[in-house]
């Protein structure tokens, strides 16, 4: 068993966590930190305890999925959730929480994505192939977010992955579209980009707030 030290949280691996389907369970056990920011990577186990950024990550991950979750609800396209909602595909061999998932009516009716129940009720898990994750880039992860994701979410079937940096200003937004021989990026006009899976085209905007803060728009047509 391996023992690691988080700030105040002590976290024991078990020995037998060395795949995906037992790092499963060991997120199950009643004794495991609740919200731990944990994934299971292609035979490793990841976890990123560093406090989130109040604007490069935080706040523009608000803005893109209030816009996109009142897209998605207006035109009642399936569901979208934000940070929390954990992640799995045996196929890519990972598991995790990426900052948004949007899983779509017809991708539940086909079970390309399976909603799985808890074992102490709800849902708690996608288990399968999501319509479209969303990464917003933070200095611990990116690695994670820009290599091993970008591969994995590939070999997921993933068909779109939204990348976005906002750690430099002006903030970088890509929607990667994939193809048969990985992600391509989606050609930008005038800084929009086009999604096939929301069938609308998207551009982000950064700004100063009245307080002189950074913030951004998700701007849509």
């Known amino acids: 068993m391996s023992t690691v030290v988080l700030d105040t949280v002590e976290l024991e691996i ?31 186990v ?7 950024q109040a604007f490069s990550h935080n706040r523009v991950r608000t803005r893109i999925t209030s816009v996109l979750d009142q897209l998605v609800a207006d035109e009642d396209l399936g569901v979208l959730w934000s940070d929390g909602m954990f992640l799995t595909n045996a196929d890519a061999d990972i598991a995790g929480n990426p900052d948004a ?13 399976t909603l799985v129940k808890g074992r102490r009720g709800g849902v708690v898990e996608v ?30 079937g993933i068909p779109e992955y939204w990348l976005v940096n906002a750690r430099t200003s002006p903030a970088t937004f890509d929607i990667w579209r994939h193809t048969s ?13 086009k999604s096939s ?6 551009c982000l905007v950064e700004y100063k707030d ?3 803060l950074p913030a951004y728009r998700l701007e849509v047509r």
């Not at 899976?197 to 998207?202: A, L």
Request: hydrophobic fraction near 40%.
């Open 46 to 52: 990841w976890v990123d305890m560093s406090k989130e």
């Open 197 to 202: 899976v929301f069938g609308k085209t998207f």
């Open 210 to 212: 009245r307080s002189k």
């Open 14 to 44: 078990p020995s037998w966590v060395t795949d995906l389907n037992s790092f499963r369970r060991w997120l199950d056990d009643p004794e495991f930190p609740e919200k731990l920011p944990v994934w299971w990577l292609r035979g490793k």
């Open 127 to 156: 288990d399968g192939i999501p319509d479209m994750v969303l990464e917003v880039v933070s200095r611990s992860s990116v690695k994670k977010d820009t290599q091993e994701l970008f591969d994995a979410y590939w070999q997921a």
């Open 181 to 193: 021989k990985g992600y391509s990026a989606v050609r930008k006009k005038a800084g929009w980009a």
């Open 101 to 113: 998932i949007f899983v779509s009516h017809e991708a539940i009716a086909k079970h390309r994505a």
